[in-house]
Nanobody, 126 residues
Framework: QVQLVESGGGLVQAGGSLRLSCAAS????????MGWFRQAPGKEREFVAA????????YYADSVKGRFTISRDNAKNTVYLQMNSLKPEDTAVYYC???????????????????WGQGTQVTVSS
């Protein structure tokens, strides 16, 4: 099992950028597929992006494609989410999560992820 801690959230104006980090404990980080989800008040948890074990494969929600980039550094046990051209509708609590398998058919389902961080708030003002 892996424990996850997010950081890097904050308040930013529309059009701005933020970089989220998710630090993982344990020596098996490279064995996990990592994902980012977000949840806005009153809405369901929404898939944002996922990255494969080696970092060479990634998958994005259409709503963030071209604006967000997911990456990972297995030597540092950390996954990142670079968010550019932020919009007010990107406002949410952002969570990182891990899962064992890279399966495109279930990549967006939050209940297919086993471990979750506590979340970090991102607020985009208009």
């Amino acid at each position: 099992q892996v424990q996850l801690v997010e950081s890097g959230g904050g308040l930013v104006q529309a059009g701005g950028s933020l970089r989220l980090s998710c630090a993982a404990s344990g020596r098996t980080f490279s064995m996990y597929v990592m994902g980012w989800f977000r949840q806005a008040p009153g809405k369901e948890r929404e898939f944002v992006a996922a990255i494969g074990w080696s970092g060479t494969t990634s998958y994005y929600a259409d709503s963030v494609k071209g604006r967000f980039t997911i990456s990972r550094d297995n030597a540092k046990n950390t996954v990142y989410l670079q968010m550019n051209s932020l919009k007010p509708e990107d406002t949410a609590v952002y969570y990182c999560a891990s899962r064992a398998h890279w399966t495109i058919a279930t990549m967006t389902r939050w209940n297919e992820y086993n471990n979750w961080g506590q979340g970090t708030q991102v607020t985009v003002s208009s």
